[in-house]
């Protein structure tokens, strides 16, 4: 599978704003409060969220049109948003672009944004409209607006669940108690075991996980659930501790292959957690962290505190678990930062605009609250 750079430096000096890698599109984060044309800072749009929606959608569907894609192939649309107080005014946008429901999965939560930028979006999208399938709607999932399982060319994406309501028994459950979370995380994943059935899969084709949580504190819980839910499947994943906001303590996002194609464990760390998987030609690392040992996770003392020294070795980590795969930095297709402190981004664009060179991914970054003493997480996807 080949990787091409449809688009560079837009919106992000150095980084690619869109990736061709098989049949998918990857596109860049587009922020809402930078001038389309120049790139630069509009201090006037602070506080705008309708107007930063507006522009953050318009330079999505742009960098879709300069590589010969429509909106109608987009598979899936994730969200960082500075509150979701006022996610009525987004979705206003959304709906123009998309209608109602969209064909898409998708994910949104409130996290840590650069000055007054209110939303970051990215996409995926397919290359052949003819390869873009709502496979379950998400009407009778309490997600009306948008679609739960959408098939993207060899790949599905499931949209993003919270717990705080058991569709499948069609109750409530437990919120802001101290049994909240792990009820929460528990009926998430039944309902993306569900939504996988529903569009004749199951749990075994998952490869990525993202795991949004509300308290950083409850990640050894969710990892537990998670193994309890999945048993001995292998799957990569990345745990985004974030404010997340609205109702619900825990959000999780996944992405498997279809049942016909492969998948296979490329490297594990010394857990058995798998950290690389192949998945339909696609490599999919899980999270590559700041300050832990690659293989045994412990927190590396002597990085706390070291920005630079995180973002190093957390990149060293992406591009030694990408070697164990057969695969390298140049064939990275998307990229995903999370960074303690998200005013650190000119710090991690320098060092990673080093290592990456003239073959960059397109770029997802915002500002997390990492568990330990770790300043920075990455995953990826990559041919």
Excluded at 116 to 142: C, F, K, Q, S
Excluded at 280 to 302: K, M, Q, R, T
């Amino acid at each position: 599978m080949d990787k091409e750079i449809v688009v560079r430096d837009d919106p992000i000096a150095g980084f690619a704003g869109i990736v061709r890698a098989g049949p998918l599109l990857f596109t860049s984060g587009c922020d809402g409060h930078r001038d389309p044309a120049t790139n630069e800072i509009l201090p006037e749009l602070w506080g705008n969220g309708s107007r930063q929606s507006e522009i953050s959608y318009g330079r999505m569907v742009a960098l879709l049109d300069r590589a010969g894609a429509k909106p109608a192939a987009v598979t899936r649309i994730d969200h960082f948003v500075s509150s979701m107080d006022w996610i009525d005014e987004r979705q206003v946008f959304r709906e123009k672009i998309f209608g109602r429901p969209a064909p898409q999965a998708s994910t949104g939560v409130a996290a840590k944004l650069s000055g007054l930028n209110m939303v970051t979006t990215a996409v995926v999208a397919t290359v052949d409209p003819a390869d873009h399938e709502v496979l379950v709607t998400g009407d009778a999932y309490g997600i009306g607006a948008i679609s739960g399982v959408v098939c993207g060319g060899p790949l599905l994406f499931v949209t993003g669940i919270r717990g705080y309501r058991d569709h499948l028994e069609g109750k409530d459950v437990a919120e802001e108690t101290p049994a909240a979370f792990a009820a929460q995380t528990e009926v998430a994943y039944r309902l993306i075991k569900h939504l996988l059935e529903q569009a004749g899969a199951g749990l075994e084709n998952i490869v990525r996980l993202d795991c949004y949580v509300r308290d950083r504190g409850r990640i050894a819980d969710e990892q537990r659930i998670r193994r309890e839910a999945l048993g001995d499947i292998p799957v990569t994943a990345t745990m985004m501790p974030l404010a997340m906001g609205l109702r619900g303590e825990v959000e999780i996002t996944a992405l498997a292959v279809a049942p016909s194609e492969n998948k296979d464990v490329l490297a594990s760390d010394r857990s058995g957690q798998a950290v690389a998987i192949n998945g339909a030609g696609y490599v999919f690392i899980g999270e590559c962290l700041g300050a832990a040992d690659a293989n045994s996770g412990d927190p590396i003392a002597s990085l706390a505190g070291d920005v630079g020294g995180q973002i190093d070795h957390a990149l060293t980590t992406l591009g030694e678990r990408l070697n164990s795969a057969g695969s390298d930095v140049s064939r990275v297709a998307r990229l995903d930062v999370l960074l303690r402190d998200i005013n650190a981004e000119t710090l991690f664009l320098d060092q990673a605009r080093a290592l990456f060179g003239d073959d960059p991914p397109a770029l997802y970054m915002t500002g997390a609250e990492l568990a330990d003493i770790n300043e920075v997480s990455l995953c990826a996807i990559a041919v």
